[in-house]
């Protein structure tokens, strides 16, 4: 499994764009990158996911570069409710078994 | 359903009972995970089940532990004779094969 390295926390400013990096040096050929967010008291939801380039949705953006070791989840204009622990996987989607959670990032949007 | 059901939502039992957790999955989905969450700490993976076996168990914390899920559907984890350290929030997840994995609410499990 591709072992994961992201920032401990974070803090921003409502409004403010935000980007989270992840580093997974030993990235495989298969492996896509995933991104997950969690709030208190609930389990994690899935936000975006890419294997290389760029991928872009309603809710985040996952910037991919070239030689594929790091990641950067970027979220537009945070507000409070973005407060959470993001988590980023790397894994093999063909395979049950790549569901590995690091530690994650807590971010914390202040007003 | 709609979603991943886990029950019970909280649950609150002695020292050295057993207890049996339970999550339904998204139909159709042939991936379960089972994880352990204690306050404030990250997801400890336990175990997972393709279809109804589960190649990998290295994750159960003890043999106290096990999981068996049957017709590809609903999956029980069983912990037995609990101890405090057990404590935790003991979530589910299903997934069509490796890809967006949804998770349940959880179950809360307290030890006293």
């Known amino acids: 499994l591709a072992k994961t390295t992201q920032p401990i926390s974070m803090d921003s400013y409502e409004g403010q764009e935000v980007n989270i990096t992840c580093s997974h040096n030993?990235?495989?050929?298969?492996?896509?990158i995933t991104w997950y967010q969690q709030f208190p008291s609930q389990g994690p939801r899935f936000i975006i996911q890419?294997?290389?380039t760029k991928v872009t949705n309603e809710v985040a953006s996952l910037f991919i570069p070239a030689d594929r070791k790091s990641s950067t989840l970027s979220l537009p204009r945070v507000s409070l409710s973005d407060t959470a622990v993001y988590y980023c996987?790397?894994?093999?989607?063909?395979?049950?078994?790549?569901?590995?959670f690091g530690s994650g990032t807590q971010l914390t949007v202040l007003p | 359903g709609a979603g991943v059901s886990q029950s019970p939502s909280n649950k609150v039992t002695e020292k050295g009972k057993d207890v049996e957790l339970r999550c339904d999955p998204i139909s159709g989905h042939t991936a379960l995970y089972w994880y352990r969450q204690s306050l404030g700490q990250g997801l400890e993976f336990l175990i997972y089940?393709?279809?109804?076996?589960?190649?990998?168990k290295s994750g159960l914390p003890s043999d106290r532990f096990s999981a068996e899920r049957t017709g590809g559907s609903v999956s029980t984890l069983t912990i037995q004779r609990t101890q405090q350290e057990d404590s935790a929030v003991y979530l589910c997840?299903?997934?069509?094969?490796?890809?967006?994995?949804?998770f349940g609410q959880g179950t809360r499990l307290t030890v006293v």
């Open positions: 996987l790397v894994g093999d989607t063909g395979s049950a078994r790549q569901l590995t």
């Open positions: 997840a299903s997934s069509l094969m490796g890809i967006e994995a949804f």
């Open positions: 890419g294997y290389k």
């Open positions: 089940f393709q279809g109804n076996s589960a190649p990998d």
């Open positions: 030993n990235i495989a050929t298969n492996d896509y």
